[in-house]
């Protein structure tokens, strides 16, 4: 099964648990942590993904990390572990976030530009995407300048790409094609 498929199902049957006990915003912390420690560690990545450390260790490890999350939490730990799917554990969480965000009527707009968003530029980007989703949203500007200029908008698991790099990547790609 493709990972950001399973990663979805995952996530889908953690917050149908999590509203049946009424607790989607207290997951919805610890999701967001385990997103930001992830993230933010190689370490913990590569050890995520190592064959060769046994899933008990993996567990002790995570379980120290995210001491205090719910009960919950410490369930979908387990079961990836025992499923041998730990390494989805920040894609579940991130597809988590997304689905209760949906669920609120709220949503995030990832906007990733060459230099920062101006207010005015922030504002439109704001009232073009709650039209498109119908959902109130919030923008967040990713500064990368590598993208030249343009902007790549991410909302939820949709992405429109209008950089100039990508267009660049495109005109080469087809070039190369023609020779």
Do not use: C, H, W
Not at 128 to 137: F, Q
Not at 147 to 154: D, E, S
């Amino acid at each position: 099964m493709n990972e950001a498929r399973a990663a979805a199902r995952y996530a889908k049957a953690i917050l149908d648990f999590a509203v049946e006990k009424k607790k989607t915003d207290i997951l919805e912390k610890d999701m967001r942590s385990i997103v930001e420690t992830i993230g933010t560690s190689k370490e913990l990545k590569e050890m995520l993904a190592s064959p060769v450390l046994k899933g008990e260790m993996k567990k002790k490890a995570l379980l120290s990390i995210f001491k205090g999350s719910d009960a919950i939490t410490e369930g979908l730990i387990d079961l990836l572990l025992q499923n041998k799917r730990i390494n989805l554990l920040n894609e579940v969480a991130l597809k988590y976030i997304i689905l209760n965000e949906d669920l609120k009527g709220e949503g995030v707009a990832f906007v990733t530009t060459a230099v920062p968003l101006s207010g005015e530029l922030e504002k439109k980007v704001l009232k073009e995407v709650s039209k498109l989703t119908g959902n109130k949203i919030v923008v967040k500007n990713k500064v990368d300048k590598s993208i030249v200029g343009g902007f790549i908008l991410r909302v939820g698991d949709l992405q429109y790409d209008a950089s100039i790099s990508n267009k660049l990547n495109t005109i080469k790609r087809e070039f190369t094609k023609s020779i």
